[in-house]
């Protein structure tokens, strides 16, 4: 559904030490997401459900803050982006490919920035 907040990311310089404090810490369990040659982590609860990212800060992921950054699905990418603009916004980062749809990072007039996606049509 378009607004929702549906998936939380954690991109950081070394992923594999924050997989392991998360594990400790909060109990979740680390799945390895292959990203060629390293892996990100999908962390899940206790019953199985993924419930976050840590990712590595490389390729598509170079240059992203260390801060946890939400995905919020729109039903259309451009016209959110126009919108962004229009209410004082800035496209951090414009977009790519997400699962076959398109994402970007938008910051909003304080400059708290989150992550913006369109799903792929079915």
Known sequence: ?????????????????VRDFYTAVA?????PVAMGE?????????????????????GANAGIPPQWMIYVPVADLE???A??????????REPTS???GRMCIMADPAGAAAAYYEKAPE
């Open 83 to 92: 919108a962004c603009r229009e209410h004082g916004g800035r496209i951090v």
């Open 98 to 100: 997400l699962m076959g």
């Open 1 to 17: 559904m378009s607004g929702n907040i549906e998936w939380i990311d954690l991109t950081v310089d070394d992923a594999d030490t």
């Open 38 to 58: 390293y892996s990100d982590y999908s962390m899940c609860g206790p019953d199985g459900t993924p419930l976050a990212g840590v990712c590595h800060a490389r």
């Open 27 to 31: 109990g979740w369990r680390p799945e």
């Open 79 to 81: 016209a959110a982006m």
